[in-house]
Each structure stands twice: as structure tokens, then as C-alpha cells.
């Protein structure tokens, strides 16, 4: 042992206390348990010895002699965008109210760090994964190690609908079309569309939305008016900055991301170009800071903290109640209406600001 380190202390096991108080290693942990066979005596013994050794149940070993670990882990793209901040606390209540543990996991947009997390969350022996897929990922065969792993899967928001699981997302497309709705009705007529990474259902319904609407109108757009991939503040802002410097420029924009709206208003400030007045815009998540902003930015509320706890209530309410043969009868796929939320960024018609 080197000299000036400190000894790891070990961790006080079963078996400490069995020596301590002079029984068998069982007879602790049936008293630990509360099991009726060990008198109440004896159980106070246990226990007292177990507070003065500092003994911590080993939850982990006690979960695989009972088949559950009453966990659950959740994989989100990003811990600190407020729609999936607000996703996590609904799971973590619906898990609160059940008695379950959460395991929190990111993979930062990246495929290889999801991976990564289904790894780990396996390892863990959760009962049950939910998952909203990163932006790279193309592929579900991570997908299915967890359900090899006879473990529950849940894919919430972006998710793969090949991919027999429950599955709970929003009404994307109708939600994008009543946006759009919602900026002709206030008189605008180009109206530009910035989008996600098309291989994800959600963006690709989005756009779908869009152009609903706009085919609805009797309006043609032209082609450039519609960009993909643009769901953060620089890229968005490039892209505004480009066609406000056309001839004819857009007079409106509907994005994918509240993200992208607020590189739409930074763009439209660096043109000089006043909002509502000449460029109307309305965003998608309803991010805190959309509250913030001057004017305040349009957006789709997703109603994440709803979608939170009733894709962990999926599987509290669903799987666990009708699993009979260890699966459940059938993937169920529950949709989360969205609502628009009208604020200053895209409202120019004096009838004032209203939720609908």
C-alpha cells in the first residue's frame, strides 16, 4: 500500500451485519426485507446494527432477485432545450407518483453518443427506455438490443415509425399548417420556410404542413423560399439574411426550431426590416425565451410537460397493467395536440393577441 493514500473504504455488506449481530446472512436480509418469518426483536436489532454500520441497500442486487429494477432511463437529444428540460420533468413525475428511479441520458445530436447511452442504460438493467432519436440517426438496430434485452421501449417526438414501439408525438403537420394558417390570416403572402434534417418524420411532416397551407391559399413559393436543416440561431440567421437581400424577399417566415426564429429576428434587425410590420415570423417548441424577446416570438406550443408524463404514463398505465406474457398486446401511438401561441412577432392586425 502506498504511503499517504488513502484506504477505499469497502462497502458494508449483509454479511457485516450477520457477523455483528451473530445470525446467518438470510436471516438479515429477511429481516431487512421485513419478512414475517423473523420476529420484530430481532428485526429492531438488524436494523439498529445496519444505521450504526452505515449499511446502504444494495438496490441493484435485490432488483435481480425480484426480475425489476423499477427504473426507468430516458435518452433526449439535449438536457438543456427547454422542450425536452420540460419532457423530463413530466417523466420524472409520472415516475415519482409510481415509485420508479429515472436515469437521465444525452446524446448531444450525436449518433454515436445514443448508442453510447442504450449501452449504459441496458447495463443498468432499466425496465424501460424512452427515447427522442438525434438528429444523425438513420438506423434502429440500437433500437432493437433493447427490446432483445426484453426491455420496454418507448420513442417519444422524434421518432422512427418503422420501428414497431408505443410511440407519442405531436400533430406535426397539422400544427405546421394552422402556424402558417395563422400568418396568412394576418395578411402575409411569401412565405418562407426553414426546416430540419428530412429524414426525421417530424420534419418531414412539418414541411408537409407548410405546404398544405400554402397549396390551401392558392399561393406558389419559390424554391428558395424553403430551406432544410436550418434548426439553430446562426444558420438561420445566414439563411433570412440571404433572401432578405433578394429583390423579392420573403415577408414572412415559419420555422421548424424557436431557435431558428430568433436567427429570423436577429437577421430582420441586421436588414433594417421592422417585425411584424414588414416581416412576420412564428417559431415551433415555445422556448422560454420566446417571452423574452423584442417583439416576443410567435410559436407552437407542443405541450411538452404533457407529452413528458404521459410517455412514462405509456408505460406505467399500458405495459405494466397488461403485460401478460412479458409483451403488451399491441404498439399504441398517441398523438399530443399543439396549440398556437400568437404574440407579438407575427401579429399585425389590431384584433390583439390571442391563444388558440
Known amino acids: 500500500n502506498m504511503p499517504g493514500r488513502k484506504e477505499k473504504k469497502k462497502r458494508i455488506t449483509i454479511r457485516d451485519i450477520a457477523i455483528a449481530v451473530g445470525i446467518a446472512p438470510s436471516s438479515v436480509s429477511k429481516a431487512l426485507n421485513d419478512l414475517p418469518t423473523i420476529s420484530e426483536n430481532m428485526k429492531t436489532l438488524v436494523r439498529a446494527k445496519a444505521r450504526e454500520l452505515n449499511y446502504k441497500h444494495n438496490s441493484n442486487a435485490a432488483n435481480l432477485r425480484r426480475g425489476t429494477s423499477r427504473t426507468i432511463g430516458v435518452i433526449v437529444p439535449k438536457i438543456n432545450v427547454a422542450f425536452f428540460a420540460?419532457?423530463?420533468?413530466?417523466?420524472?413525475?409520472?415516475?415519482?407518483?409510481?415509485?420508479?428511479?429515472?436515469?437521465?441520458?444525452?446524446?448531444?445530436?450525436?449518433?454515436?453518443?445514443?448508442?453510447?447511452?442504450?449501452?449504459?442504460?441496458?447495463?443498468?438493467?432499466?425496465?424501460?427506455?424512452?427515447?427522442?432519436?438525434?438528429?444523425?440517426?438513420?438506423?434502429?438496430?440500437?433500437?432493437?438490443?433493447?427490446?432483445?434485452?426484453?426491455?420496454?421501449?418507448?420513442?417519444?417526438?422524434?421518432?422512427?415509425?418503422?420501428?414497431?414501439?408505443?410511440?407519442?408525438?405531436?400533430?406535426?403537420?397539422?400544427?405546421?399548417?394552422?402556424?402558417?394558417?395563422?400568418?396568412?390570416?394576418?395578411?402575409?403572402?411569401?412565405?418562407?420556410?426553414?426546416?430540419?434534417?428530412?429524414?426525421?418524420?417530424?420534419?418531414?411532416e412539418r414541411k408537409q404542413g407548410y405546404l398544405d397551407a400554402i397549396r390551401k391559399a392558392g399561393r406558389t413559393i419559390p424554391y428558395n423560399f424553403i430551406v432544410d436543416n436550418v434548426l439553430k440561431k446562426e444558420p438561420a440567421r445566414a439563411a433570412a439574411t440571404e433572401l432578405l437581400r433578394l429583390k423579392a424577399t420573403p415577408d414572412a417566415f415559419f420555422t421548424v426550431s424557436d431557435y431558428a426564429a430568433l436567427g429570423v429576428l436577429k437577421a430582420a434587425e441586421d436588414c433594417g426590416k421592422k417585425v411584424p410590420e414588414e416581416i412576420g415570423i412564428i417559431g415551433f417548441s415555445n422556448e422560454a425565451f420566446t417571452e423574452m424577446t423584442s417583439p416576443t416570438l410567435s410559436s407552437v406550443s407542443q405541450q411538452s410537460k404533457k407529452m413528458g408524463r404521459e410517455t412514462a404514463n405509456v408505460y406505467f398505465n399500458h405495459v405494466l397493467n397488461h403485460r401478460t406474457d412479458g409483451k403488451s398486446s399491441h404498439s399504441l401511438k398517441l398523438v399530443i395536440e399543439s396549440s398556437i401561441i400568437e404574440r407579438e412577432s407575427s401579429v399585425r392586425k389590431s384584433k390583439g393577441r390571442k391563444k388558440r
Do not use: M, W
Request: net charge negative; glycine share 4%; aromatic share 8%.
Open 86 to 204: 420540460d419532457i423530463i420533468a413530466g417523466i420524472e413525475q409520472a415516475c415519482f407518483e409510481n415509485d420508479h428511479r429515472l436515469i437521465i441520458c444525452q446524446s448531444d445530436e450525436s449518433f454515436e453518443r445514443e448508442l453510447q447511452a442504450v449501452e449504459t442504460l441496458i447495463q443498468q438493467n432499466v425496465d424501460c427506455v424512452l427515447i427522442s432519436l438525434s438528429q444523425e440517426t438513420k438506423t434502429t438496430d440500437h433500437l432493437k438490443e433493447i427490446t432483445n434485452h426484453h426491455i420496454q421501449l418507448v420513442q417519444f417526438d422524434r421518432v422512427d415509425h418503422t420501428f414497431g414501439s408505443h410511440i407519442l408525438v405531436n400533430d406535426n403537420q397539422e400544427a405546421s399548417f394552422k402556424a402558417v394558417q395563422h400568418l396568412i390570416s394576418q395578411g402575409y403572402k411569401r412565405i418562407a420556410f426553414f426546416g430540419g434534417p428530412d429524414h426525421l418524420p417530424l420534419y418531414k
